[in-house]
């Protein structure tokens, strides 16, 4: 089965300017994240989508972060004013909804790198 | 609050060594434990998962380990190879369904192996 998709993979801009990073989960997959890492850092977990609701964006830094999964399937993340410390890759990953207690695997996409200048 | 610590941050091994990674965590009441393989570019590929009422999982020359209740993971590697070298993570999963189905992680363990 085709794994999750991202794009750009890499992206460079200047301070202030905004981005915008595509996802696509495996099919099927009702749960969706978006992760931040950091250099030398595991990746924080954004935001969490399950089918078009968000029912987790507590570390979502909310004055210039924003997501969406319009239809349940796809995602998008933006970034509006980038600022330095937002260089990091962004991982997206999703997860099946499984009806084993204790057990949803969530799977990662390659990561978009962000370059902010 | 839950947190996740590696050990070493960095490891450098000969090839053909057999090597131990560390994970240790602060709060016991997880779901499971996972370590992760991220190679440079790529995203996170699952090596192993742990359950929290099983001890250990193998998978080739991978062994991990879990003591849930002195907040410690192990992840052995068996005669490590050039191709093992990459980041390892451990992230352990809290609550399980909705919000709470969430992954924390380590800062990794990045593993060189010298042919």
């Known amino acids: 089965e085709a794994g999750v998709a991202q794009s750009p993979r890499y992206k460079i801009i200047e301070k202030r300017q905004s981005v915008a990073f595509w996802c696509n989960p495996i099919?099927?997959?009702?749960?969706l994240y978006w992760y931040q890492q950091i250099l030398g850092q595991g990746p924080k977990l954004l935001i969490q989508?399950?089918?078009?609701?968000?029912?987790?964006d507590s570390q979502l830094p909310k004055d210039r972060f924003s997501a969406e999964r319009l239809k349940g399937v796809d995602s998008t993340l933006k970034i509006q004013p980038a600022k330095l410390e937002d260089s990091a890759v962004y991982l997206c990953?999703?997860?099946?909804?499984?009806?084993?207690?204790?057990?949803?695997?969530?799977?990662f996409g390659p990561g978009t790198r962000l370059t902010v200048l | 609050k839950q947190e996740v610590t590696q050990i070493p941050a960095a490891l450098s091994v000969p090839e053909g060594e057999n090597l131990v990674l560390n994970c240790s965590f602060t709060?016991?009441?997880?779901?499971?434990l996972q370590w992760f393989r991220q190679d440079p570019g790529k995203g996170l590929t699952s090596l192993l998962l742990?359950?929290?009422?099983?001890r250990e999982q193998t998978s080739g020359r991978l062994n991990a380990s879990l003591d849930k209740s002195s907040g410690r993971s192990t992840l052995y590697i068996a005669a490590s190879q050039p191709g093992d070298s990459a980041t390892y993570l451990c992230?352990?999963?809290?609550?399980?369904?909705?919000?709470?189905?969430?992954?924390?992680f380590g800062t990794g363990t990045l593993l060189a192996v010298q042919p």
């Open positions: 709060d016991s009441a997880i779901y499971n």
């Open positions: 742990i359950q929290s009422s099983q």
């Open positions: 989508f399950q089918n078009n609701g968000v029912v987790d």
């Open positions: 990953a999703s997860s099946p909804t499984s009806g084993r207690s204790g057990y949803n695997e969530q799977f």
């Open positions: 099919s099927g997959h009702a749960t």
């Open positions: 992230a352990v999963r809290i609550g399980y369904g909705g919000a709470t189905n969430k992954l924390i």
